[in-house]
């Protein structure tokens, strides 16, 4: 089977499946309200029987939500956009399919048919739809975790982005894509820190891809035109799929909008810094906060107890930091070092293992026998929970330093006291203490650019196997 039809195999799979779920969540919503329809609830009184007042606004519901789903691109599996970006596409799409029904049903003046079938029916069309989309993308996953259709990929250009692409595609196997190597003009020889080996020249393009059988070229610099035009058509003939990274994406804040001008594509550079956001970001924080606060009130009470009875001190520990626009704030954490620890940081200052301007080492004298326990599952984070109530922090955001390190950082490092600090972030879900502070910066100044609340969710959720499997905490 080719692959063309192998891919309109699957897409009628899904369709059909869809259509099955769509009948169900009807189904069941009528059986809900049985009693006030006119015909005893069966499959046949509903979809088959001409005799049912409702069947045709049944079937347009049916035919509608297919279109609109196959529209929003749901009977494909994009590998690399987001499970949340597919359930966003899914709701958008039911909740387009509920209304142009309800429209149809005034315009066709059907009396009687009851209100909350059409809402019963949404939420099981709804959760049918999402349920199935995330088992689909888990199904996937594991898949292409056994090999299947798997791709090779070639990336033009070893700098700083083309590295980046590279450690991204490596964390996400999901994916299916196996980095065999780069294409630069001006790097000759070296692998990269996972052992990546520059393979040849942009000239050497046809060769490589060919022996090294790629399916798909990244291509993260930007030569001149006729390189890239040389590129493209190489790759046409040879059936390879190109995808480029956008120039300048790094410095510029919001998300990407693509759409035409006659027929010629533009890309747009959005600005997603707009009031609006920051304020549902403020509610959003307020209200998780505030029942989270509510639900760990007895793991405060464990831990105040712990800390007392493992060592002398007060049980919390403040530390200045900048917050939003270098607002001086406290936060608060629970102590998990002695309680001269400050007075002894200077004279253990040579002994630092991470760059920049942040101290940390593996094994910290000062460390407190259960700060061992609190720091490895970010326990002593928890009373930052009372920052965000107060508005200092919020629960997504790049992580407040200490005032000392801020000022010894260059300009560059300003571009994080724009937004309100988090408790968690980017490069808590990339690594913790293991990332070295050039990067951890890196990824705090691409959360402001790009930020959306999708965004913070997804790291949210993400924050929860990391801090259980303690990598790179200490």
Not at 109 to 116: D, G, N, T
Not at 300 to 308: C, D, R, W
Not at 319 to 336: A, C, D, E, L, Q
Not at 422 to 443: A, E, H, P, Y
Request: charged residues 20%.
């Amino acid at each position: 089977m080719t692959r063309k039809l192998r891919l309109s195999a699957i897409k009628i799979a899904y369709i059909f499946i869809d259509i099955f779920f769509v009948s169900l969540a009807i189904y069941l919503a009528s059986c809900i309200r049985g009693s006030s329809l006119p015909y005893p609830v069966t499959v046949y009184n509903l979809f088959i029987n001409s005799e049912n007042p409702f069947r045709a606004i049944f079937l347009f519901w049916i035919l509608v939500t297919i279109l609109l789903a196959n529209s929003y691109g749901l009977y494909k599996t994009k590998r690399e956009i987001s499970e949340w970006i597919e359930v966003w596409q899914v709701i958008k799409s039911v909740f387009l399919a509920i209304t142009i029904t309800i429209v149809a049903i005034y315009l066709a003046k059907v009396q009687e048919l009851p209100r909350s079938i059409l809402g019963w029916s949404f939420f099981f069309i709804s959760s049918f739809f999402c349920a199935w989309r995330v088992f689909k993308r888990f199904f996937v996953n594991w898949l292409v975790g056994q090999g299947y259709n798997n791709f090779n990929a070639l990336i033009i250009g070893a700098g700083k982005i083309g590295q980046a692409l590279a450690c991204e595609i490596r964390q996400k196997p999901g994916f299916g894509i196996k980095i065999v190597g780069f294409l630069d003009d001006f790097k000759t020889s070296g692998p990269d820190e996972k052992g990546t080996q520059i393979l040849g020249k942009i000239s050497d393009f046809v060769d490589i891809t060919r022996r090294e059988f790629v399916n798909k070229v990244f291509i993260t610099i930007h030569h001149d035109s006729r390189v890239f035009l040389q590129l493209l058509e190489q790759a046409k003939e040879l059936g390879i799929a190109v995808r480029v990274v956008p120039q300048g994406f790094e410095i510029m804040p919001g998300e990407f909008c693509k759409y035409n001008i006659g027929f010629i594509p533009i890309l747009e550079y959005c600005d997603a810094e707009s009031s609006y956001k920051q304020v549902g970001k403020r509610l959003f924080d307020f209200f998780m906060t505030f029942l989270g606060a509510i639900f760990l009130l007895p793991v405060f009470v464990v831990i105040v107890v712990l800390i007392k009875i493992d060592s002398p001190g007060s049980v919390f520990y403040q530390s200045k930091r900048y917050g939003r626009k270098g607002r001086i704030f406290y936060m608060y954490k629970f102590r998990s070092m002695v309680c001269d620890a400050d007075k002894l940081l200077e004279q253990m200052r040579h002994k630092n293992e991470v760059d920049g301007p942040i101290f940390k080492i593996k094994e910290d004298p000062r460390i407190t026998r259960l700060g061992k326990f609190l720091r490895k599952y970010s326990l002593d984070e928890l009373p930052q929970v009372f920052n965000v109530l107060k508005g200092d922090m919020s629960l997504v955001g790049p992580r407040p330093f200490p005032i000392s390190q801020i000022e010894k950082q260059d300009l560059r490092q300003l571009a994080r006291l724009e937004v309100r600090p988090g408790i968690t972030g980017l490069w808590q879900i990339r690594g913790r203490s293991d990332l070295s502070f050039s990067r951890l910066v890196k990824w705090d100044v691409w959360y402001i650019n790009n930020w959306s609340f999708w965004l913070d969710l997804n790291i949210l959720v993400q924050t929860i196997p990391v801090v259980f499997k303690s990598k790179g905490a200490y």
